[in-house]
């Protein structure tokens, strides 16, 4: 963290989780045979191939501008089972606000296939905190919710 700065939870989370790379969420889970589309059927009762990528999910987003992957696309790389939506920030920026599962035409509830993709990486059991890593100063600084919120979302 810079001289000065706020500890603020964007600024406290980078610091934690600046751990070395391991396997990343999308290559451990490309080793596996399983579908996308499958797993999220066994985690969720979500018709996936019923959206038409009409984009109304990510209209009403409230976190849009900070995802890097929309709502919509995230529907459409589970169907084509491109598994490096598992790497999106978008899964963990969701806030199961259950705004787009409410107005989605199709009656999907993305909210659960959200929850669903998190599952799917937190059963990889893929260790991407550093503990051990920070500063003093960090460890000073850093919210203990940063680190609970880290420990259920990075190691399940
Ligand atoms: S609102 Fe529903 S149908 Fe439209 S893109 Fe989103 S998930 Fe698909
Ligand atoms: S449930 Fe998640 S994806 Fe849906 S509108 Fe809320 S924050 Fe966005």
Redesign the pocket.
């Known amino acids: 963290m810079d001289a000065g700065q706020e500890p603020g939870l964007g600024v406290t989370m980078e610091a934690v989780s600046k751990g070395k790379h391991r396997a990343t969420r999308a290559e451990v889970a490309v080793a596996s045979d399983s579908k996308l589309t499958d797993e999220i059927a066994d985690l969720c009762d979500e018709n996936i191939f019923g959206c038409y990528q009409c984009g109304t999910?990510?209209a009403?987003?409230?976190?849009?501008e900070d995802?890097d992957v929309t709502?919509d696309e995230?529907i459409r790389f589970v169907v084509l089972n491109k598994k490096e939506v598992l790497d999106s920030k978008?899964i963990w920026?969701?806030?199961?606000?259950?705004?787009?599962?409410e107005r989605c035409p199709r009656n999907l509830n993305?909210?659960k296939i959200?929850e669903a993709l998190r599952q799917i990486v937190l059963r990889k059991n893929i260790d991407e905190t550093d503990i051990y890593g920070l500063t003093e100063e960090e460890k000073g600084t850093i919210p203990q919710l940063a680190f609970v919120c880290l420990f259920r979302k990075n190691i399940g």
Not at 60 to 64: E, H, N, Y
């Open positions: 999910c990510a009403g987003c409230p976190f849009i995802m709502p995230v978008t920026l969701c806030a199961s606000c259950y705004i787009c599962a993305i909210t959200m």
